[in-house]
């Protein structure tokens, strides 16, 4: 059996390109060792560059990593432009983790007159249900994962954000793409004004464009967030826009005069989802500090405060009520007052989107693991569990360009230092072109398992990898050594991943034993014997380590009483800056 941990918990996003050729600038000729560093010569001013262009901006992930380099006397920045020469002039080394496939989330939406529930998803699908009988109707195949989707209030065109970098407008029902909209980068959210004239799309650049949606022309751009734009929507009547950002706030916009108009600040952290009331009086916002706030959208006051981890938001139709989309239920509210209804006995995951019906009686939303449910107000129970998904594609292309995999395989050429941190499908596909010019084979599993208790935590999960030494499954390397008795790794355990074979001049400290397996797309089982979960070594006069697995150097592996994973964090990063030489 296959434990899996849930993509949530990775979410590390930025948008997909296709074919990612493998890049790199030839290596030159190697050397045993990595030329001095200030590290070596006691200096306090060592750069670490944290990637944050390629990974969700959602999730605290390696934030204890961070803190555990900073502890350590490193100065640790963060970047969220495209990697290039002139970006990594000032950097020292370079910790890339876990690109992710763009950051798309599963949606869903009704068509404007009802009987059509729409949905798409990581298997490059659109889904058309029967709302009445829950049958497929339909589905529209796209090259790339979809994520965000819109219906033009005439129901004839599907707008459907794609892992491509575009948004696709779809004819319905016939199911051909009229027209591509190049937005350029990572694409979260969309929406067509009430009138049907104009679309926007948000995107991971910091922009917000402004399209006609007869011709597919860009009419005007918007600028004002400082990083990702995660979410928009218009006002019922069309006159104002908001849009929900990774830097914290909620700006309403006067499309018109293209100007800000008011900022809503309170939110700690990124807002996610914003929605207005069908009054357009008031505005709901949810943010990763686990809020959800209701303001004043005239006068951008704030009204109300609720504490609820949602995901997604939806105003019912008659404006009386506010449905939240959170882990393993839906929450109900009172609008205006914010009294809580209580939540919904169904069975979901997290619901990343959902949408009432346009009459109020129905509620749909789609989870984390692809299931559409449709909700009866008038019954109070689930009314179809919607089917006829796929699995999701594994490859799901790069989140870097062969332009950014050229530069930093030329810059570790010449002397940097790479942290790369990979995990299992999808995470692997993303950092290949990084890998595959390394010499680094990944496997793309869906897992790394190992059914034998004396390689794994033996709580009967065969994705708990256990790498002992007792075992042989410690490498001999500096970083496995360290440099005194205290700083020696014994034992180390990661969570399911994917297998590396490496090449040149890289040597495997975490091995996997010879009944590891990889579970691969397809169903299909392979050996993973001899394969690592961790190598290091050189290419040109810098140094890399790459991992197969990412929660090792997270909470739950750093935070471990019973594993060596914080030591061999801090061997890591004291090898590849040259301390432990």
């Known amino acids: 059996m296959i434990y899996l941990r849930r993509p949530r918990r990775l979410v590390w996003l930025s948008l997909i390109v296709a074919g990612c050729a493998q890049a790199g600038g030839g290596q030159e000729e190697k050397r045993t060792e990595a030329p001095a560093t200030r590290a070596e010569s006691g200096s306090t001013d060592y750069h670490i560059l944290l990637d944050a262009a390629h990974h969700n901006l959602n999730d605290p992930g390696f934030e204890p990593l961070i803190q555990l380099m900073v502890q350590d006397g490193y100065l640790v920045t963060t970047n969220r432009r495209e990697f290039s020469d002139e970006s990594l002039e000032e950097v020292d080394l370079l910790v890339i983790g876990a690109t992710a496939p763009h950051d798309l989330t599963n949606s869903v939406v009704f068509s404007p007159d009802g009987t059509t529930l729409v949905g798409g998803g990581a298997d490059r699908t659109i889904s058309l249900w029967n709302v009445s009988t829950g049958g497929l109707k339909d589905t529209y195949r796209d090259t790339a994962w979809i994520g965000a989707l819109a219906f033009a209030p005439d129901g004839r065109t599907l707008a459907a954000a794609a892992a491509d970098e575009s948004v696709k407008l779809w004819r319905v029902p016939a199911g051909s793409v009229r027209a591509v ?53 218009f006002s019922p009547d069309g006159s104002a826009l908001a849009t929900a950002g990774a830097d914290g706030s909620v700006l309403l916009w006067d499309l018109e005069a293209e100007t800000v108009v008011a900022t809503l600040a309170g939110h700690r952290g990124p807002v996610r989802h914003v929605v207005f009331s069908p009054t357009g009086h008031r505005l709901a916002s949810a943010g990763a500090d686990a809020t959800v706030k209701l303001w004043d959208s005239q006068t951008g006051l704030l009204l ?30 009172v609008m205006p007052s914010g009294e809580s209804l209580g939540i919904l006995d169904v069975n979901v995951d997290v619901a990343w989107s959902l949408e009432f019906s346009p009459d109020g009686a129905l509620l749909a939303w789609v989870d984390d693991d692809e299931i559409v449910q449709i909700w009866d107000r008038r019954t109070d129970r689930t009314r179809h569990v919607l089917d006829g998904r796929t699995d999701a594609i594994w490859d799901s292309g790069p989140a870097l360009t062969p332009e950014e995999c050229g530069a930093v395989l030329d810059w570790v050429s010449g002397g940097g230092a790479l942290l790369l941190i990979t995990d299992h499908a999808p995470w692997a596909t993303p ?66 991943g994917q ?18 397996v990889d579970h691969l797309e397809g169903g299909r089982v392979d050996s993973a014997a001899g394969h690592a979960q961790g190598v290091a070594g050189t290419f040109g006069l810098g140094r890399v380590v ?17 594993y060596d994973n914080r030591q061999l964090a801090l061997n890591v990063v004291r090898w590849l800056s040259g301390r432990l030489n």
């Open 181 to 233: 909209l190049e937005h350029g980068t990572a694409v979260r959210s969309v929406s067509f004004s009430p009138d049907g004239t104009s679309l926007v799309s948000s995107g991971d650049d910091g922009t917000v464009r402004v399209w006609d949606s007869e011709t597919g022309r860009r009419i005007k751009t918007l600028i004002g967030h400082d990083g990702p734009v995660l979410h928009v929507a």
């Open 304 to 333: 109300t405060t609720l504490a609820e981890e949602a995901q997604s938001l939806a105003f019912s139709p008659d404006g009386a009520m506010l449905a939240t989309g959170r882990e393993e239920t839906i929450g109900l509210w």
């Open 431 to 496: 950092s290949r072109c990084l890998a595959a010019g390394l010499g680094v084979t990944m496997s793309n599993a869906n897992a790394t398992e190992d059914e034998d208790p004396d390689h794994n935590s033996g709580d009967g999960n065969p994705s708990w990898l256990v790498f002992s030494r007792n075992e042989g499954l410690i490498g001999d390397h500096p970083v496995t050594r360290g440099r005194t008795e205290e700083e020696r790794v014994d034992e180390v355990v990661t969570f399911a």
């Open 499 to 516: 297998s590396l074979v490496a090449e040149n001049d890289f040597t495997p400290f975490l091995i996997l034993s010879p009944t590891a």
């Open 546 to 562: 790459v991992l197969g697995e990412a929660m090792m150097f997270m909470g739950p592996g750093l935070d471990s009483p019973d």
